[in-house]
T-cell receptor, first 113, second 115 residues
Framework: GNSVTQMEGPVTLSEEAFLTINCTYT??????LFWYVQYPGEGLQLLLK?????DKGSNKGFEATYRKETTSFHLEKGSVQVSDSAVYFC????????????FGRGTSLIVHP | EAQVTQNPRYLITVTGKKLTVTCSQN?????MSWYRQDPGLGLRQIYY???????DKGDVPEGYKVSRKEKRNFPLILESPSPNQTSLYFC??????????????FGAGTRLSVL
């Protein structure tokens, strides 16, 4: 079945630092890939997505590129802000006869002023 | 405004006292689901529903029930809660359960404590 592996957190950075959160996946075929963000006290919301190989999803200064060769979808941001402090989830949609999406375990990001 | 609404946001109860967490969406989505979120375990799906009167087990269904009598509502029922069901619960919906591009929309969460 599908699986998603994310780097363990928490990731602690100073404001304006560069961010990378690694995500690799195992899936049948070439699924869409998603990053969701969960701000403190809130539900998850879509941050960005990519629907095919070499696509780059982007939103709010975050980017992730769908790399078929390395089965990866790493999240990056050039200059983080305190307001980016949240938990980030890499996710796969349902596929292969399953109707259950696959989420990574989440990576907590803490940004200090 | 498109949204998924869960109630209550916080709930403290005692072992064995039946409870229901409600979930409603206003986007005419076919697919709805419940997750629990626990430290170190991430999100795990409890039950999902492909449409009215169509429900199926997710990864951790034991101790939970659901029903889908109307398209917009998908309540989660704990008939005899136990302390190991203390968790943060999320309801989610998407346009359909198939089609790999569907975005999921999440409620704000219900924090449940079972004493």
């Amino acid at each position: 079945g599908n699986s998603v592996t994310q780097m363990e957190g928490p990731v602690t950075l100073s404001e304006e630092a560069f961010l990378t959160i690694n995500c690799t996946y195992t899936a049948t075929g070439y699924p869409s890939l998603f990053w969701y963000v969960q701000y403190p006290g809130e539900g998850l919301q879509l941050l960005l997505k990519a629907t095919k190989a070499d696509d780059k999803g982007s939103n709010k200064g975050f980017e992730a590129t769908y790399r078929k060769e390395t089965t990866s979808f790493h999240l990056e941001k050039g200059s983080v802000q305190v307001s980016d402090s949240a938990v980030y989830f890499c996710a796969l949609p349902p596929s292969g006869g399953s109707y259950i999406p696959t989420f990574g375990r989440g990576t907590s990001l803490i940004v200090h002023p | 405004e498109a949204q998924v609404t869960q109630n209550p946001r916080y709930l403290i109860t005692v072992t064995g006292k039946k409870l229901t967490v409600t979930c409603s969406q206003n986007m005419n989505h076919e697919y709805m689901s419940w997750y629990r979120q626990d430290p170190g375990l991430g999100l795990r799906q409890i039950y999902y529903s492909m449409n009215v009167e169509v429900t199926d087990k997710g990864d951790v269904p034991e101790g939970y029930k659901v029903s889908r009598k109307e398209k917009r509502n998908f309540p989660l029922i704990l008939e005899s809660p136990s302390p190991n069901q203390t968790s943060l619960y999320f309801c989610a919906s998407s346009l359909s359960g198939s089609g790999g591009r569907n975005i999921q929309y999440f409620g704000a969460g219900t924090r449940l404590s079972v004493l």
